[in-house]
């Protein structure tokens, strides 16, 4: 039986009104190169230091505990706070207002001797310290997207363009706009792809190592350009860092926008989804003809084919986080389960009446499997016991192409070609606000990983990013050449890359929203997959000319010259051959 108690104070509200702040100006004084960030990191450490004081006064439950007393609590309000979503807030992250105040709730229902009590009404006084601090860090969140932005624009007028800068649009090495590449004789495009790419000369351009292009940049003279002034003949090289010269030469070319391929893999047909495992050991892709094939990521060996028991394309791809699961959809109603070390199927297919599934996506804890479906449902499942869970998510009226969860689970994110992008509440299954809309086929979707911002691409040429919590746009347009047929953030979230019919990938910078570093080029096809490795060293892209190619980023550069040390930790298995 639940009973008042005399004071909230009792249970660590003392300390809410002395953590009360106003944003600063993002303009601010003193030598910071981002105003604003350590507005926006104070304001979250405080919150972080204020919850975990208010957890203690509650007895310290659990975050199970939690949960489920939020659920009994606030089960008209339809409260779902997952594990996830509460380790996010007790380490200083990030959430929308409802999920904070809803732990706010719950802690405040136990008192100082961890007895259950009533919980502050919503909108109680109580409550205010809480709510101003959240409006407080949501507007120095946007004061400094809105900084870096600027800065950007400044930085982009005021300094000269360098004759090597990646962004110079007056770099003859780098046309503005790269014709589509030649189409693979026998590539029709995806299932729902309005048709292969207009034939045209290979562009120039950043080539892998497999078609032996040298490692400067051609004037169109065919000389040469140095990158910078020539150095004085001590037989030493000037560029710094650790490394031997040849490591340093490929750390600086890749550093100064020209992203270097390693040779490509060769698929047995149209490429459509790449994924790497979570250990990095493995590199998944899936094909048109319906055939799974993992390699090896470091010696391009073919480690194992998968059979999906489908004569057509294979779709969807995705690991489990633990990567002990790998999970195939495509045409057919079925999804398929592998473990990746035994190469063995785990269990049933999952199946329904629902037509081909498009895309697939693990939740961060790896309880749920969602799938988007043809009829325009998503439909979630538990990948262990191979059941459904709840009822599926319906809304798009036409077929979701992509999906993918937030990182602390507690969003779901899909994409259709009705237009729409539609946020979901996995836990309950009910909408999180309205849709938001492109003005075509939306057909790509990705999470940052700090889950600040979302990505969506389609049929309009263009990428938009978003305010999950606000659903508010974050930013201009980015503009792909040709429709975007895939996106995918690096694991620290400092570059965006896209993927798409003009047989191109394209790195973005998403605080700016400026291109970072010249397009990828090599494929003769149409980008339709793209992935980042768990380290953030290479990208794979795959694509229509049944290839899959990767690509070294400016953190494999970073590494190289010793700049950024490598993390330290296991690395899944690969299968025994």
Not at 253 to 272: F, K, N, Q, Y
Not at 497 to 506: E, W
Request: net charge negative; glycine share 10%.
């Amino acid at each position: 039986m639940e009973h008042t108690h005399e004071a909230h104070a009792d249970r660590g509200h003392e300390p809410h009104a002395a953590g009360r702040h106003e944003p600063q100006p993002a303009g601010g004084t003193g030598t910071r190169a981002d105003p604003g960030t350590e507005t926006v990191e104070e304001l979250l450490r405080e919150q972080s230091r204020l919850l975990r004081e208010l957890k203690v006064r509650a007895g310290d439950p659990s975050l199970r505990t939690i949960e489920r007393r939020a659920a009994q609590l606030f089960a008209d309000e339809r409260a779902s706070l997952p594990p996830a979503t509460q380790s996010t807030l007790f380490n200083g992250g990030y959430t929308g207002l409802n999920k904070l105040v809803w732990l706010v709730r719950a802690l405040m229902s136990w008192d100082r001797y961890g007895k259950e009590c009533a919980p502050p009404a919503y909108g109680a006084a109580a409550l205010d310290p809480w709510h101003e601090r959240w409006v407080a860090l949501t507007q120095a969140r946007a004061a400094r997207r809105s900084h870096r932005a600027a800065s950007a624009r400044t930085a982009a007028t005021a300094d000269p363009a360098d004759p090597m800068d990646p962004a110079d649009p007056t770099d003859p090495g780098d046309p503005a706009g790269p014709p589509p590449p030649h189409t693979h004789p026998a590539d029709p495009g995806p299932p729902d792809a309005p048709g292969p790419p207009a034939s045209a000369r290979p562009p120039t351009g950043a080539q892998p190592w497999g078609n032996h292009e040298p490692l400067s940049t051609a004037t169109p003279s065919g000389t040469a350009r140095p990158s910078g002034p020539p150095a004085p003949e001590t037989g030493r090289s000037r560029a710094p860092g650790g490394g031997c010269l040849a490591l340093r030469a490929v750390a600086h070319t890749i550093g100064r926008g020209h992203l270097m391929g390693l040779p490509p893999l060769e698929a047995s047909d149209l490429v459509v989804a790449v994924a790497f495992s979570p250990g990095e050991a493995l590199l998944a892709t899936s094909s048109r003809d319906g055939w799974v094939n993992l390699w090896d990521p470091v010696t391009h060996v073919s480690l194992a084919r998968l059979p999906t028991g489908r004569q057509d394309a294979t779709t969807a791809l995705a690991f489990s986080p633990d990567g002990r699961l790998l999970a195939a959809g495509g045409p057919g109603t079925l999804v398929r389960l592998w473990d990746p070390a035994t190469r063995a199927v785990t269990g049933p297919p999952l199946t329904g009446r629902h037509g081909t599934v498009r895309a697939v996506a693990f939740s961060p804890d790896g309880a749920l499997l969602a799938a988007a479906c043809e009829d325009g449902a998503v439909r979630l499942w538990d990948p262990v016991a191979h059941e459904p869970v709840g009822e599926p998510l319906t809304g798009h009226r036409d077929a979701v192409h992509a999906l993918a969860f937030s990182p602390d689970g507690t969003l779901l994110a899909t994409v259709s070609r009705d237009t729409t992008v539609r946020l979901w509440d996995p836990a309950t299954g009910a909408p999180a606000g309205e849709p938001l809309r492109h003005q075509g086929a939306v057909v790509t979707v990705a999470f940052s990983p700090d889950g600040t911002l979302l990505a969506t691409g389609g049929r309009d040429t263009t990428v938009r990013l978003w305010d999950p919590v606000t659903h508010e746009p974050a930013g201009e347009p980015l503009h792909h050449p040709g429709a975007v047929f895939a996106v995918a953030f690096s694991p620290d979230g400092t570059l965006l890359a896209t993927g798409g019919r003009d047989g191109t990938a394209r790195l973005w910078d998403p605080a700016t929203g400026r291109p970072a570093g010249r397009p990828l080029t090599g494929h003769q096809g149409a980008v339709y997959a793209l992935a980042f490795s768990p380290d953030g060293t290479l990208l794979a892209t795959g694509a229509g000319d049944r290839t899959v190619r990767l690509w070294m980023t400016p953190v494999a550069a970073r590494r190289m010259t010793g700049d950024e040390p490598a993390p330290s930790g296991p690395a899944d298995a690969a299968p025994a051959s």
